[in-house]
């Protein structure tokens, strides 16, 4: 059995552990409200804007050059977006998104890492610190996106992005992140960010409803302002649903680490009283020893 010493040191370790895990656990239900609030606002306006934006794409002329977005190409050329946090402490979070990344690249995409045609983005001190010490071609590192985190700031990564597909350097892009869907759950999602996939809609007896528009001023001046705005609001959308998944990842790890260190302190003042108990027993014993022995 451990001697009182040892107990007493390891019910300190466990109490000061305790103090920090719930204290981050405030701290994080204190950022996690106000990421949330962010993504729930901007959810309905980020949905409505890319339905209109895959309708509109979609009855665009392939040979029109608003529609240079849309354009469906062989994807020799993949650029990859993990999105993961700066810090750790958050449960599977990152090694999630790392892990959906891997198997992309190992499976979907392997012919294009091993001809060279592979590209990332990191969005994230953890994806930036695992790819950059493999034999990746990261073109960015965008590890400060979260410390000042805007519309305008996200905007000119996307806006780099667009420009290197209208340009031919990539053929294809994914965004790889968890998206946002209570304190607790986070749902890992991969998705297609150019080009843009027009959506099929049906009607009740399965064929294809066609939606019709009436444009003002005109289609065109309205797809050239539209199509890159909605392309730069799914942006931010994903950066937002991962900030708020972060957040809540992290309330939830360190709400379990503050409940385990309250169990882990139960089981060990059981033993230091235990502990206690028997050396008083034994204290005892050698007194009554000792007063048995003068009588005699």
């Not at 949330?36 to 980020?46: G, H, K, L, S, V």
């Not at 302002?225 to 937002?240: E, G, H, N, V, W």
């Amino acid at each position: 059995m451990a001697s009182l010493k040892e107990v007493r040191t390891r019910i300190a370790s466990v109490k000061s552990t305790q103090q920090i895990t719930s204290a981050m656990k405030m701290v994080a239900a204190s950022k996690l409200r106000k990421a949330q609030n962010a993504i729930i606002q901007m959810r309905p306006y980020a949905a409505k804007l890319q339905e209109l934006l895959r309708d509109i794409s979609a009855s665009l002329d392939s040979s029109d050059d608003n529609s240079v977005f849309s354009s469906q190409r062989i994807p020799d050329k993949v650029l990859l977006i993990p999105i993961t946090s700066n810090r750790g402490l958050c449960g599977a979070f990152n090694a999630n998104i790392i892990k959906a990344t891997n198997v992309l690249i190992d499976e979907k995409y392997a012919e294009q890492h091993k001809a060279g045609n592979l590209s990332l983005i990191t969005i994230g001190r953890k994806a930036s610190e695992f790819y950059g010490k493999r034999k990746f071609n990261v073109l960015s590192v965008e590890d400060d996106i979260f410390g000042n985190l805007s519309f305008n700031n996200v905007a000119e990564i996307a806006n780099r992005v667009m420009e290197m597909f209208a340009n031919g350097e990539i053929d294809r892009v994914e965004l790889i992140y968890n998206q946002f869907k209570n304190a607790a759950t986070q749902i890992l999602v991969t998705e297609q960010f150019l080009p843009i996939e027009p959506i099929e809609q049906e009607n009740g007896d399965g064929k294809h409803e066609n939606i019709d528009y009436i444009f003002e001023p005109n289609e065109q001046e309205i797809v050239v302002d539209l199509i890159p705005k909605s392309l730069r609001t799914q942006f931010y959308k994903a950066i937002l649903d991962s900030n708020a998944s972060e957040h809540g990842a992290r309330m939830t790890a360190m709400h379990q680490a503050t409940d385990n260190a309250t169990e882990l302190l139960r089981e060990l003042n059981l033993v230091y009283n235990k502990a206690r108990q028997a050396s008083i027993t034994n204290e005892i014993l050698e007194i009554v020893s000792g007063a048995e022995a003068l009588k005699g």
